[in-house]
């Protein structure tokens, strides 16, 4: 291919992908918010008057939930929701470092090494008198669980990542922050508005009824629980 012809062939594939991100893809999450919200909205309305038993059904049936009530040791949770691995910045830099070592190692030997997964397995929870957050492996086996006190819990808030924690790699795109202090020990947590169920539970053939139901009955109650720690 002639050298005008390659800069001409990536300024043309350049402006497919702006074109693609910025016309696009928020068309189709914009389609895609739209049909969850009105998925959730019909279930909302069949099981009016019997949330909260309709929600300990799911904790004790459904395979995508169950796990996590053994783990929890049969506590009815209150709300949960899918987030990114908690990390301090030592971590960020030691993923940077995998990541560019992985690209030369791939060079020479053309195998990759796997970068940290941020935003896969990782969930926090709320019980009646505790805060959550678990770990799975894709194997399907909780490698890590914190519990913490909620009235224990100090300088709890939540609120929008800064431009800092998003440049780091800390948070993405459209999660919430909340942070707090327990026994002089900080912890920042970054979690998604949605919740993605137990890695070996079963996916219905009607996923997206399922995920609207999964978020209705779990995701939606955590957002509302701790927005009242909302910073203004």
């Not at 693609?20 to 099981?47: D, H, T, W």
């Not at 992985?102 to 020479?108: H, W």
Request: hydrophobic share 40%; with cysteine.
């Amino acid at each position: 291919m002639p050298p005008t012809s390659i800069i001409i062939f990536i300024i043309a594939s350049f402006a497919l992908c702006i074109f693609y991100a910025l016309v696009i893809a928020p068309k189709m999450a914009k389609r895609y918010k739209a049909e969850a919200e009105g998925l959730q909205q019909n279930f909302a309305e069949s099981i009016r008057g019997r949330e909260d038993e309709t929600r300990r059904e799911y904790l004790k049936n459904d395979t995508l939930m169950q796990p996590f009530t053994e783990q929890l040791q049969d506590a009815n949770i209150l709300g949960m929701i899918s987030c990114m691995e908690k990390r301090s910045t030592k971590d960020f830099i030691r993923q940077q470092a995998i990541g560019a070592a992985g690209k030369v190692l791939g060079k020479v030997t053309g195998v990759r090494v796997k970068e940290v997964d941020n935003q896969d397995n990782y969930w926090l929870a709320i019980t009646k008198e505790n805060l959550h957050y678990l770990h799975y492996d894709d194997d399907g086996g909780c490698i890590e669980h914190l519990c913490w006190d909620l009235p224990q819990l100090n300088q709890i808030e939540t609120g929008k990542p800064s431009t800092e924690e998003m440049f780091t790699g800390k948070a993405e795109p459209g999660t919430t922050r909340i942070s707090f202090s327990s026994k002089d020990i900080k912890y920042k947590f970054f979690f998604f508005d949605n919740l993605w169920g137990h890695p070996l539970g079963k996916v219905r053939k009607d996923d997206k009824a399922q995920a609207a139901e999964l978020n209705y009955l779990f995701a939606e109650p955590f957002k509302k629980l701790v927005a009242r720690f909302e910073q203004t």
